[in-house]
């Protein structure tokens, strides 16, 4: 099992990115996908979860901020994260679950205020 997090980077507070993580070694398609984050100092988070079928869930904090999808036919997950807040500062992972954690490298998201 791979998976593969990009899209990290420092913006100013209001601001946009698109996190992206590129998966192998399953099947993709049926599986349901997480994005966690995690900030200094602070325990790792749940920040939003999509189905295999399509159905989402988001942390409160990132409710109508953020937006989880999927391209099956990539086996990709993205994060579209807008309206970005220095509270969002974190290392963020993409993460399967079966039996057991399957974690990304993790991407670095830096938001100034």
């Known amino acids: 099992v791979q998976l593969q997090a990009s899209g990290g980077g420092l913006v100013q507070a209001g601001g946009s990115l698109r996190l992206s993580c590129a998966a192998s070694?399953?099947?993709?398609?049926?599986?349901?996908m997480n994005w966690y984050r995690q900030a200094p100092g602070k325990q790792r988070e749940l920040v939003a979860g999509?189905?295999?079928?399509?159905?989402?869930n988001y942390a409160d904090s990132v409710k109508g901020r953020f937006t989880i999808s999927r391209d099956n036919a990539k086996n990709t997950v993205y994060l579209q994260m807008n309206s970005l807040k220095p509270d969002d500062t974190a290392v963020y992972y993409c993460?399967?679950?079966?039996?057991?954690?399957?974690w990304g490298q993790g991407t670095l998201v830096t938001v100034s205020s």
């Open positions: 070694g399953f099947i993709f398609s049926i599986s349901a």
């Open positions: 993460n399967w679950n079966l039996y057991r954690n399957y």
């Open positions: 999509i189905t295999g079928g399509g159905i989402t």
